[in-house]
């Protein structure tokens, strides 16, 4: 149907996720291990009807998808990640690997003739974290997580709270993830509460879940918000996390109760009221 890098497989990948059964249809005659290549970032962030479109063809095994299936059985999701047929062996397409090499390469300093290749420096990841693509983003951000003193490093929190924001979910989480490896847990939870406004459902619901196991009291506003959250698993997310949260949730529930329509103030007094039995 396409290649690789031509545009219009997003295109089509697209409609076929928004009402397209014609279009997923015809995505059938793309090869398996490539369709999936171009849903990582989709899956990264947690859009999980992008399987549909996998459903039943044997994917090549990847870090990346078996991340995917773990965090399906996590949720609870087993009869999504058993329809989801991981197998060892070349199912790549030819051109891949190329790919991949290009894209290492990229992340690295080219060395003169002779010469060892060594890592990029901190000031090239930083760059590249920057301006590179979702996969040399990621690469370099990892690199930046893991070097010494990464906890005290004022740039690598302003580049967390940059990539926080990037139009791709992938990055979004693995900037996160960053945030959780190097900084201190204030700093992380402050960027947590970033992810509380994510297009991304999945990523608000995991967000809750953390800002509310961890009973961050400076998210509780913003978690009452959501229990106006047009998605139906994340306003139940936010009504379990303000429970956990307890007395800390109660005064931004009862601003909002105060000043909600009242065919909608029962979606915060129910929550005070399971606060209140809660803690009898």
Aim: hydrophobic residues 40%; proline residues 8%; charged residues 30%.
């Amino acid at each position: 149907m396409t290649s690789t890098g031509d545009p219009r497989l997003d295109t089509a990948v697209d409609e076929a996720l928004s009402a397209g059964p014609a279009v997923a249809r015809a995505l059938r005659a793309v090869p398996a291990d490539l369709l999936a290549e171009r849903l990582h970032d989709r899956l990264e962030g947690g859009a999980w009807g992008c399987l549909d479109l996998l459903d039943g063809r044997p994917l090549l095994r990847t870090p990346a998808l078996e991340r995917a299936l773990g965090r399906l059985r996590d949720e609870g999701r087993d009869d999504l990640a058993d329809r989801t047929l991981l197998v060892d062996g070349v199912l790549r397409d030819p051109d891949a690997a190329r790919r991949d090499a290009q894209a290492w390469a990229a992340a690295r300093v080219r060395p003169g003739p002779g010469a060892t290749p060594r890592a990029a420096s901190r000031q090239e990841s930083l760059d590249l974290a920057r301006t590179g693509t979702p996969t040399q983003v990621r690469r370099a951000l990892t690199r930046l997580a893991v070097a010494p003193g990464g906890e005290e490093d004022p740039e690598l929190r302003r580049l967390v709270d940059e990539l926080l924001h990037h139009p791709v979910a992938g990055v979004r989480l693995h900037a996160h993830r960053a945030s959780r490896t190097a900084l201190d847990r204030r700093t992380y939870l402050g960027h947590t509460e970033v992810l509380l406004g994510d297009p991304q459902p999945s990523v608000v619901r995991s967000a809750i879940r953390i800002v509310c196991h961890a009973r961050w009291e400076p998210a509780a506003p913003a978690v009452t918000d959501l229990l106006g959250h047009p998605h139906p698993v994340v306003r139940e997310a936010a009504a379990e996390g303000l429970v956990r949260l307890g007395a800390s949730g109660v005064p931004p529930l009862r601003h909002a109760a105060a000043r909600a329509r009242p065919d909608h103030r029962a979606r915060y007094t129910d929550v005070l009221e399971r606060i209140t039995t809660a803690r009898a």
